[in-house]
Each structure stands twice: as structure tokens, then as C-alpha cells.
């Protein structure tokens, strides 16, 4: 039973740089795929970072060159360091992962199907 907690959210300034984190627990393959995507109410969800068993790491264009994500597998934690945060990255944020067939293919896709509850991050 996968589980996912997502933590560091809040309310930030411009330009500000949190970092999220994930402690997933029951997740434990040899082919992996990790990442985060946030959701808008009124919007479609965004996948926005990925990573994977080959380690390769994918990025939304609308992130990439902001916001960096990192598995520290000795400690089942997933981050996300997001920099220069600008309003319109105010979102609820969530940990998610792939499990089943498709792993790599997935993850740059940001095709997850397990999520956490998220945490709001909000730029103002």
C-alpha cells in the first residue's frame, strides 16, 4: 500500500524559493517513477517534474530551469526545490508515483496514478 505525504507548502512571496518534500512509504521497485504535478481549481492538473529508475528527470516547460526535483532513496523522500516562484505558481501540489507496466514511458508523460493529498502553495 503506497503512501505519500507531502509537506513544506504555505504561503510564499515572489521570487521565493520553498522546498516540498514527500515521505513515501510502500513503494519500493527496481523501476520507478516518482514526480509532482498541481492542480488549479477550475484547470486541468499539470504534471510539472518526474523522475525515474534510469534517472532521468523530466520537466514542464512552464518549471524547467525553476524548479528542481530529488530522490533521496536512503531516506524514501521525493523534494521539489521550486525557485523564483511567481504568482501564477500558486497551486496544490502533489506527490505522485506510477505503479504498473509503462514506468519510463510514464514518467515523461507525468502519467502517475497514485497521488498524496497535496499541499497548497501559495505565491502573493
Known amino acids: 500500500h503506497v503512501q505519500l505525504v507531502e509537506s513544506g507548502g504555505g504561503l510564499v512571496q515572489p521570487g521565493g524559493s520553498p522546498r516540498l518534500s514527500c515521505a513515501a512509504s510502500?513503494?519500493?521497485?527496481?523501476?520507478?517513477?516518482m514526480g509532482w504535478f498541481r492542480r488549479v481549481p477550475g484547470k486541468e492538473r499539470e504534471g510539472i517534474a518526474s523522475t525515474d529508475s534510469n534517472g532521468i528527470t523530466n520537466y514542464a516547460d512552464s518549471v524547467k530551469g525553476r524548479f528542481t526535483i530529488a530522490l533521496d532513496n536512503a531516506r524514501n523522500t521525493l523534494y521539489l526545490q521550486m525557485h523564483s516562484l511567481k504568482p501564477e505558481d500558486t497551486a496544490e501540489y502533489f506527490c505522485a508515483v506510477r505503479i504498473g507496466t509503462d514506468m519510463i514511458g510514464a514518467c515523461r508523460r507525468f502519467n502517475f496514478n497514485r497521488w498524496g493529498e497535496g499541499t497548497q502553495v501559495t505565491v502573493s
Open positions: 510502500g513503494y519500493a521497485y527496481s523501476t520507478y517513477c
